[in-house]
Every structure is written in structure tokens, then in C-alpha cells.
């Protein structure tokens, strides 16, 4: 930095060197544009099924989904099994029924969206419980 020793007062000088500085600045100051390769593009875009879908057609499938694990749960033949005689058994059963109707692959987002959605009105409803 040049030092302007003709100057009065230090806040002149000062002034000086944040102009210059910042003329620095602009000079040096460049933008790059970043582009991505259309393959790059082509492949991880296509790919992704999630951005394509609309809000309409996700509720339709929340709700769809929804729809059949609560089929799913209330179908009867798949309690024949808890008639054993000690209650851990009875236990382990329905864990597996659970495990085999909640742990498909097409179904796990829309079941954790599920839950998120249940635990905000589980606390809504203990919050406004006296």
C-alpha cells in the first residue's frame, strides 16, 4: 500500500486506501460459469423418480399405501399362528407380522412420513391435554 504522506489527516489517507483497496477488488473480482456435462445431467436427473412426481400423485400414494397396511393388518389369517402357549411367543409372532407387513421397499418413505405425521398429533394432543 502506497503510504500518502501529503495528506492532513489520517482519515483522509484512510479513505484513499479503502478506495484503492476496493478498486483492487473489482479488478481482480471474476465469475466463472460452471457448467455441468449433459451426460452428468442425463444420468443423475433421468434417474431420480422422486423429482417427477407431483404433490397429487405422492398424496395419492401416501394414501394408497396407507390403505394397504391397514389391509394388510387387519387380515385375520395372519394371526392363526399366536395361539402358542407362552406369551413371548405370542410376542415374537406379531413382531413378525409387523416386520412383513411395515418393512416393504416400495412402502418405507410413506411410512416414515406416516409416523412424522402421527407424532405431530400425538403432541398436539398431549400439549393440550390438562
Avoid at 16 to 35: I, M, N, P, Q
Avoid at 81 to 103: G, T
Avoid at 114 to 121: M, N, R
Wanted: charged share 35%; aromatic share 16%; glycine share 2%.
Amino acid at each position: 500500500m502506497v503510504m500518502n504522506r501529503h495528506l492532513s489527516t489520517f482519515k483522509e489517507d484512510q479513505k484513499l486506501r479503502v478506495e484503492e483497496a476496493a478498486k483492487k477488488v473489482e479488478r481482480e473480482k471474476k465469475f466463472d460459469e460452471t457448467e455441468l456435462p449433459e451426460d452428468y445431467i442425463e444420468e443423475n436427473i433421468k434417474k431420480d423418480p422422486f423429482l417427477d412426481v407431483s404433490v397429487r400423485e405422492l398424496i395419492d400414494e401416501f394414501v394408497l399405501t396407507w390403505h394397504k397396511i391397514i389391509i394388510d393388518l387387519l387380515d385375520l389369517n395372519k394371526y392363526k399362528n399366536l395361539n402358542k402357549k407362552e406369551w413371548w411367543d405370542n410376542l415374537i409372532e406379531l413382531f413378525y407380522i409387523l416386520r412383513e407387513v411395515f418393512w416393504v421397499d416400495d412402502r418405507l418413505f410413506h411410512i416414515g412420513v406416516g409416523f412424522i405425521v402421527i407424532s405431530f398429533f400425538v403432541f398436539f394432543i398431549c400439549v393440550t391435554y390438562k
